[in-house]
């Protein structure tokens, strides 16, 4: 059986599926908003954004709306995306196995602070 490849989720796609469960965004946006709630350690380049884009499409993991103008832009069209339930559910799912390792790493006096 061929390896999946949303399993494990790659770094790349939770930061976007985190990136799109506060609002709906076009690529520029997803962008900006993964280096941002990443404090700058992850910067997503077109090719590795529009790729992962692409798989979280095709996983049905997030979904492509209407190209609409944008203001900014002069009237160009841009893709927005927003997650989808199946995405949240995943998202949440990843949060949840990342919150345990960090209790193990507590636990194991690898990692100490308030991280969590």
Known sequence: ????????????????LLAL??????????????AEQTDGRMRLGPGTLYSSIRTLL?????????????????????????LTSAGRKLARSEAERLA??????RAKKILRGQYV
């Open 1 to 16: 059986m061929p390896k999946q490849k949303l399993n494990p989720l790659p770094s790349a796609a939770f930061q976007i």
């Open 100 to 105: 345990d390792l960090l209790r193990v790493a």
């Open 58 to 82: 095709e996983a049905r993991l997030i979904q492509e709306n209407e190209p609409r103008e944008d203001a900014k832009l002069g009237g160009e069209r841009r893709r927005y995306y927003r």
């Open 21 to 34: 469960a506060g609002e709906e965004l076009h690529g520029y946006g997803i962008m900006r908003q993964v």
